[in-house]
């Protein structure tokens, strides 16, 4: 598929969802990923998001959506795999 087929198929995803396509920025580097689940419900795509968060450092915890015509519930969170897990007792750096 070209370029330009991709890029309007993923802005006609974000039309129907409201959800953005993955930026080349998230996937630039070794060690970043970007992760969509899809579950039959929301509390298990959050759990599942919850437990890449358990390990490495991730974007958080997203907001679920559907996409019409398709089954289950999604979620997308952003993952670097270099970066550990942050812990309750480390601050957040802002």
């Known amino acids: ?3 330009l087929k991709q890029q309007k198929r993923a802005w006609l995803r974000f039309l129907d ?12 580097e070794p060690g970043l990923i970007a992760v969509e ?3 039959g419900d929301k509390e298990t795509a959050l ?3 919850a437990t890449l968060g358990e390990r490495w450092a991730t974007s958080g915890p997203p907001a679920p959506w559907r996409v019409p015509g398709e089954p289950g519930v999604r979620v997308r969170t952003y993952v670097d795999t270099r970066a550990p897990a942050l812990s309750d007792e480390e601050p957040v750096a802002g």
């Open 37 to 39: 689940v899809v579950a």
């Open 17 to 28: 969802t409201g959800v953005k396509p993955i930026d080349e920025v998230h996937v630039s």
């Open 47 to 49: 759990a599942a998001v």
């Open 1 to 3: 598929m070209n370029n």
